[in-house]
């Protein structure tokens, strides 16, 4: 769910030039009530495909409304705080000015203290020009992507493992102009029964997708006041 929910965040930094990583919280437990005689079941962390994931995200929020699941504790905190976003325990407070970035940081401040939480000082970082957060990089600019998500994919030889190559690259989908086109030769191999064959096309796809991330410039926030064309 992180890169579907991180994605709705991202659409919200319209105009920001001041970003705050106001990290971790530090000391906070959350009691989980446990039924002694149901036998726990470890479920495998699972990539949401990107083209499913606003779905589930909004079906997720209908759940929370209808009580059959609960927030995050700070993501109740921090939800009617303007320009704070959050994916789990990472926090970033932002603004188009210092003066509003400022004014926001010592709300959300006020506001944990009031509920008895406090931040890992080691783990927060202060009026920032650009942040990494959730695998980007955010910046006036717009979303980049972060540098080790690049490498990797750059780096990449003729993979084996080609579903877990390719949800890398579906990571950092939105910078890879025509990526279903160009990536069909690959995922031709991940269909049943398909036997593994690397053969030139599936190379001249790997190479243009690592020439397509190496160019890839920032995406521009979106701004809802602008004319349309």
Sequence with gaps: MGLNRGTQCFEKFTGCCEGHG????????LKIP???EVQAVAQPIRR???HVGDKLGDK?????????IEKKVLSQVLQDCDGVHNILDDVIVHAPTEE?????????????????????RDKCQFKMSHLVFMGHVLSARGIGTADVKVKAVVDACEPTK?????????FI?????????????????????EPFVWEPEQQQSLDELKKRLSG??????????????
Excluded: C, W
């Design 100 to 120: 509003g970035h400022d004014r926001r940081f010592e709300n959300v401040v006020r506001l944990l203290s009031s509920m008895g939480l406090t931040l890992n």
């Design 216 to 229: 890839a410039e920032a995406l521009g926030f979106i701004d809802k006041n602008a004319q349309l064309r």
């Design 48 to 50: 949401v495909p990107y």
């Design 162 to 170: 080609v579903r877990g190559f390719l949800g890398l690259v579906n």
């Design 34 to 36: 446990i039924d002694p």
């Design 173 to 193: 989908a939105r910078f890879i102009p025509d990526l279903a086109a160009v990536s069909a030769p690959l995922r031709q191999l991940t269909k049943n029964g």
């Design 22 to 29: 106001i990290g971790k919280l530090k000391d906070f437990q």
């Design 60 to 68: 997720q929020d209908e759940l929370v409304k209808l009580d059959v």
